[in-house]
Nanobody
């Protein structure tokens, strides 16, 4: 069974940066597609970025050029570097494991979620 623990959320001013980290435990953790979703109040959960076990990435359009996802299979960690943050990036960010890819594109989220970490961007 895979468990996910997130860290790195917080409060930042518009234009600033934050780095989120997710550590996965479980014997099969390294074979999963992993990534980050976010959910703002009153909105649906949406994909932020995802990465396959071999390092192929997929980003939501509004995050391209600002966010970078990376993973270290040796330590079962997935990081999300967020730059040029905007007030609309304010949300709870969730790490997710088991993300499904098809043709290099995310087609569905996985079954394992972290507890979520709050990111607040002040304008």
């Amino acid at each position: 069974q895979v468990q996910l623990v997130e860290s790195g959320g917080g409060l930042v001013q518009s234009g600033g940066s934050l780095r989120l980290s997710c550590t996965a435990s479980g014997i099969y953790a390294i074979i999963y597609g992993m990534g980050w979703y976010r959910q703002a109040p009153g909105k649906q959960r949406e994909l932020v970025a995802a990465i396959t076990s071999s390092g192929n990435t997929n980003y939501a359009d509004s995050m391209k050029g600002r966010f970078t996802i990376s993973r270290a299979n040796a330590t079962n960690t997935v990081d999300l570097q967020m730059n040029s943050l905007r007030s609309e990036d304010t949300a709870v960010y969730y790490c997710n494991a088991g993300i499904k890819f098809r043709g290099g594109v995310v087609v569905g989220w996985g079954d394992v979620w972290g507890q979520g970490t709050q990111v607040t961007v002040s304008s």
